[in-house]
């Protein structure tokens, strides 16, 4: 079985300031790994995924997450963040070969961004 | 392209009815998955679908059912609502069935039980 841990609950930081929302993930056999975004009263939208290859992932609006096998972790950070920032944050995984789509995700991350 | 629609968008039930919530994939996505969210237990999957067969199942009730038609809309339906079963619920559609491909998200459907 997999799980997903999503270190910080809520996360504030002024605007312009750097962050890093992180996530820790737990499996037997190898995952792929994502990262969403949830803005009041939408949806879920991706924001970028691990499938293999370079551990460093870049996606959109500027965020980017590390790959981390040995720590099995899979951090999310933006160099410098906007008031728009301001949503929750959903760290998850599947698994590998699968037949289908079924997403773990971790508990979320409320980033708050202050001007 | 039209993203993934849900309807309705809010639903407010007594305990004790059913309900049915529906989800138009985007044009193409064949597969159709369903997921809970509440501020307790977070977003929980529920069913996928794909080509009208339901490939992966959660840790939910019998209750809880849905199905595909074969132009890829799904229905999810809840009989015998529980006040536990107020929550968001949000569909994702993808192109197939594999794990890599990304799932669009729909913007849910509220639902309150009183």
């Known amino acids: 079985a997999q799980s997903v841990t999503q270190l910080d609950s809520q996360v504030p930081v002024f605007e312009e300031a750097p962050v890093e929302l992180r996530c820790n993930y737990s499996?037997?056999?190898?995952?792929?790994l994502f990262w969403y975004v949830q803005y009041p009263n939408q949806g879920l939208q991706l924001l970028l995924k691990y499938l293999s290859g370079s551990t460093l992932v870049k996606g959109i609006n500027g965020f980017e997450a590390e790959f981390n096998k040995s720590q099995t972790s899979f951090h999310l950070r933006k160099p410098s963040v906007h008031i728009s920032d301001t949503a929750e944050y959903f760290c998850?995984?599947?698994?590998?070969?699968?037949?289908?789509?079924?997403?773990?995700f971790g508990q979320g991350t409320e980033l708050s961004v202050k001007p | 392209k039209a993203g993934v629609t849900q309807t309705p968008r809010y639903l407010i039930k007594t305990r004790g009815q059913q309900v049915t919530l529906s989800c138009s994939p985007i044009?193409?996505?064949?597969?159709v998955s369903w997921y809970q969210q509440t501020p307790g237990q977070g977003l929980q999957f529920l069913f996928e679908?794909?080509?009208?067969?339901?490939?992966n199942k959660g840790n939910f009730p019998g209750r809880f059912s849905g199905r595909q038609f074969s132009n890829s809309r799904s229905e999810m339906n809840v009989s015998t609502l529980e006040l536990g079963d107020s929550a968001l619920y949000l569909c994702?559609?993808?192109?197939?069935?594999?794990?890599?491909?990304?799932?669009?998200f729909g913007p849910g459907t509220r639902l309150t039980v009183l």
């Open positions: 044009s193409g996505h064949r597969s």
């Open positions: 998850a995984v599947t698994r590998i070969y699968n037949q289908g789509g079924k997403l773990i």
């Open positions: 499996s037997s056999v190898s995952v792929y």
């Open positions: 994702a559609s993808s192109l197939s069935d594999t794990s890599y491909n990304e799932q669009f």
């Open positions: 679908y794909f080509s009208e067969t339901q490939r």
